[in-house]
């Protein structure tokens, strides 16, 4: 399948071909998503509190982000990998931004990265975009501000919110970015910036307003101990690996496990 490339994304809106993205932090998950078709793999920040134990996203760090980026960019055969700046990797400056954009891209094999905030960040957004990294950026409930939101709340309720949602999203798209995604944002406004902007919108618990989905592969796979009211459960993975593991104790455990056929001759 042809690889997807950055201008297939707003092709796709044009087109009203909607668009589709999930999280892998890892090879197998990557190759396994790809072959399924998924448009774009965002290795994300989510890896902290998803894979690596953490209680939120904030203390992911950049040298825990680059070796996954690898990971999923050896993989992906077609689909367009987005790597997740990290809290603290890029807010304090352009120049911070660009330093760890450049790693994602040269170490990291990614084809663009994607930054939380909006009209703040749109100069970090135009150097980026001027170097040549494509940005895709990120509003509504942006959890690596969850201390200054107070929580995991829907945002942008209410006509001065809501335009001020608006007002970052066009900044964005002025500085260049290449999609917005909208997290936790009510299905009316993300479907009032979805007509409004010229490139993607990817909803998060945005509706079917938005040109595009995306989901925490954990959630959408039925693997996470608790899911956002926002995901649907695809699969039952966790049950289905808990399954297989307590198979695997139980056959070693009563000796059918290894079988002959799974043994050296002498
Ligand atoms: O890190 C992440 O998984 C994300 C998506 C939920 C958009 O930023
Ligand atoms: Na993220």
Not at 27 to 40: C, E, K, L, N, Q
Not at 45 to 62: E, K, Q, R, W
Not at 126 to 154: C, D, F, M, S, Y
Not at 197 to 225: F, H, K, N, S, Y
Request: a negative charge.
């Amino acid at each position: 399948a042809k690889r997807v490339r950055v201008h297939h994304l707003r092709e796709a809106k044009t087109a009203g071909r909607r668009l589709t993205m999930l999280t892998a932090y890892d090879a197998p998950t990557a190759r396994i998503f790809d072959s399924a078709g998924v448009d774009m793999l965002l290795v994300g920040d989510s890896m902290g509190d998803n894979m690596l134990g953490h209680d939120t996203t904030i203390p992911t760090t950049m040298d825990e982000m680059v070796p996954a980026v690898r990971a999923v960019s050896r993989a992906a055969q077609r689909a367009f990998v987005v790597a997740d700046l990290p809290f603290g990797s890029y807010e304090a400056s352009p120049q911070q931004a660009h330093a760890s954009a450049v790693r994602m891209l040269k170490e990291g094999g990614a084809n663009a990265v994607k930054i939380e905030g909006g009209r703040r960040i749109a100069p970090h957004v135009e150097l980026l975009t001027g170097a040549g990294i494509p940005v895709v950026g990120h509003l509504g409930l942006t959890p690596q501000a969850e201390n200054a939101l107070g929580g995991k709340r829907v945002q942008g309720r209410g006509e001065e919110a809501a335009a001020g949602l608006l007002a970052d999203a066009e900044a964005l798209v002025a500085a260049g970015a290449v999609a917005v995604v909208l997290e936790m944002v009510p299905g009316p406004l993300a479907h009032r910036i979805t007509d409004a902007l010229p490139v993607p919108t990817i909803g998060i618990g945005a509706g079917a307003g938005c040109d595009g989905q995306v989901l925490v592969w954990l959630d959408m796979a039925g693997m996470a101990d608790w899911s956002p009211r926002f995901a649907r459960q695809f699969g039952a993975v966790g049950t289905a690996l808990a399954q297989a593991a307590g198979d695997y104790v139980a056959a070693v455990h009563d000796g059918s496990f290894p079988g002959p056929e799974h043994t050296y001759e002498a």
